[in-house]
């Protein structure tokens, strides 16, 4: 067998224990959250390493903000896990029940997963969110993070799978795939003897890889090209603070928006209240024809590509629109169907807005910034499923779980 079989044949016997561990999985979890901060100097110490080798690798700001843990990070790592073991268990939820006329009663139960294999890149909390996700929802996990995190991910395993065993679990519920190779990710990608599904976390090279090679069952997450449309009823204000918030608070994440689309009639007006805030942060707008009118020549043209791409950084997509029309014309043409908002006075724009879009999250008169499983109450989050099967939106506890039927009877046959 090679490593990656190993690995996999004991994260099923792991997930069998995870099966009937019932609330001991708080207790394993609380247990997990207390290491972490125990070890936070650890943990930073390696992410040091995975820093330097950014910086010399010439990796962007805002990538190497995706990779950096300081204290205040490692400690919302342990909180989110915290945030985890407190939400109700989602496995044997009674979904549905109902009794036959031949006296069968019937119900459909939530039950785990079983093995949950995760692919991420440069994000080293997701190693901890993600494996106390697959914990409380009863699977085990195979994780296997980027090269960029790779000493930060070893260290928080490593950690995570120590304070599992002193709690009495199986270390293997959580696993990492030290191998960051293509090869490993392949062979991760063909496991379909251990691996229950597969969930693919990054950008969209390795999306759609994911989607395009295994074997195993895919939940495609995350790539965000997202978009702010201001209405021509829009209160300028509104939308210039909308727009600098959800491009510039942390242009590094999948809810941040790599677009902008203005109604003509308001574009004279709001454009310039938008590139003053934006101007704060140095963002460079790269814009339509029209918009370079109205703003002057320091807007780059933009060009077919830029808005079908997510920068994942301080640059933004500008278009000026004539209609409501032209904007979801625009959005169902360029998005990944991630995140999408209107800002708007008028009700009758905001109704067609969310019933046209067709984006896991549409907001009215809100930063796209909020799509996140914890700002939806939802805890830590596995990722944002873009897809509608098995899962759509921030992916939760519950999204974790599948589903069996069981059925009581007192002898009837057919």
Known sequence: MTTLEIMGANAKKASRFLMTAGSKKNAALLAVADALRAHCDEIIEANS?????????????????????????????????????????????????KTLDNGLKIQKVSVPMGVIGIIYEARPNVTSDAAALCLKAGSAVILRGGKEAINSNTAIAKIMRDALKTAGFPEDCVALVTDTSRASATELMQLSEYLDVLIPRGGAGLITSVVNNSKVPVIETGVGNCHVYVDDSADPDM??????????????????????????????????KIKAELDKKNVEIRGCEKTRAILGDSVIP???????????????????????????????????????????????????????????????????????????????????????LHARGPMGLNELTSNKYIILGDGQIR
């Open 302 to 388: 933009a060009t077919e590509d830029d808005y079908a791409r997510e920068f994942l950084d301080y640059i933004l997509a500008v278009r000026v629109v004539d209609s409501i029309d032209d904007a979801i014309s625009h959005i169902a043409k360029y998005s990944s169907g991630h995140s999408e908002c209107i800002v708007t006075s008028s009700y009758a724009n905001s109704q067609k807005f969310t019933a046209c879009v067709d984006s896991a999250a549409v907001y009215v008169n809100a930063s796209t910034r909020f799509t996140d499983g914890g700002e939806f109450g939802l805890g830590a989050e596995i990722g944002i499923s873009t897809q509608k």
């Open 239 to 272: 939308a210039a603070q909308i727009v600098f918030n959800a491009k510039t608070s942390r242009p590094s994440v999948c809810n941040a928006i790599e677009t902008v689309l203005v109604h003509a009639a308001a574009a004279d007006t709001v454009l310039p």
């Open 49 to 97: 390493a995975d820093i330097k080798n950014g910086e010399d690798a010439g990796l962007t700001p805002a990538l190497l903000d995706r990779l950096r843990l300081d204290k205040a990070r490692v400690d919302g790592m342990a909180a989110g896990v915290e945030q985890v073991a407190a939400l109700p268990d989602p496995v044997g939820r009674i979904l549905e029940g």
